[in-house]
Each structure stands twice: as C-alpha cells, then as structure tokens.
Nanobody, 114 residues
Framework: QVQLVESGGGTVQPGGSLTLSCTGS????????MAWYRQTPDDERELLAT???????YYKSSVKGRFTISRDNAKNTVTLQMNNLKPADTAVYYC????????WGQGTQVTVSP
C-alpha cells in the first residue's frame, strides 16, 4: 500500500518562501510523472505543477515564476519550492501522480498571512 507523506508547510508572511517535500512508502516516484496539488476548504483540489520522468515541468499560471517543482529519484522525493508567497496560496498542499493517482496523503498546511 502506498503512503504519501507531505511536509514542510507552515505559516509565513506575504513574500516569504517555503519548501515542501513529498516522500512515498511503497511507491517508486521515478517511474511516474508527479505533481503537486492544493485544496482550500471551499474549492476542489487543483493541479499546480507537474514534472515528467524526463524532468520537463508544467505550472499553473497563478504559480508560474514563483513555484519550482523538482524530483530526486535517489531519495524518492518530489519537492516544491515556493517563493513570493501570497495570501491566495493558503491551502493544504498534496503530492501525487499526474494520473491514476495513489491514495492521497494527509497534505501539509501552508498559511500566508501578514
């Protein structure tokens, strides 16, 4: 059974930075395109960024230029570097495959507040 574990969230002021990490027990990330998602209480989970097996990346327009997704296959981790954070980035952040997703992890809370 796959268990995804996201970490690195916290509370920061607008303009601040956070680095989120995702690991998975029972899962080998290197064989799959991976993604970061986020969800607020009022909205559906949205796709933020993806990274292919060949390290090509895609970003939702609202985070492009501020967020960077990367992967370390040796450590079986996927990372999301978030800079210039805005209050609208406040959400619970999750990682998972791009498609045929595993069960969701608990996510990590990011709060951006003055």
């Amino acid at each position: 059974q796959v268990q995804l574990v996201e970490s690195g969230g916290g509370t920061v002021q607008p303009g601040g930075s956070l680095t989120l990490s995702c690991t998975g027990s029972g899962a080998i990330f290197s064989g799959w395109p991976m993604a970061w998602y986020r969800q607020t209480p009022d909205d559906e989970r949205e796709l933020l960024a993806t990274i292919t097996i060949g390290d090509s990346t895609y970003y939702k327009s609202s985070v492009k230029g501020r967020f960077t997704i990367s992967r370390d296959n040796a450590k079986n981790t996927v990372t999301l570097q978030m800079n210039n954070l805005k209050p609208a980035d406040t959400a619970v952040y999750y990682c998972n495959k791009v498609s045929n997703r595993w069960d969701w992890g608990q996510g990590t809370q990011v709060t951006v507040s003055p």
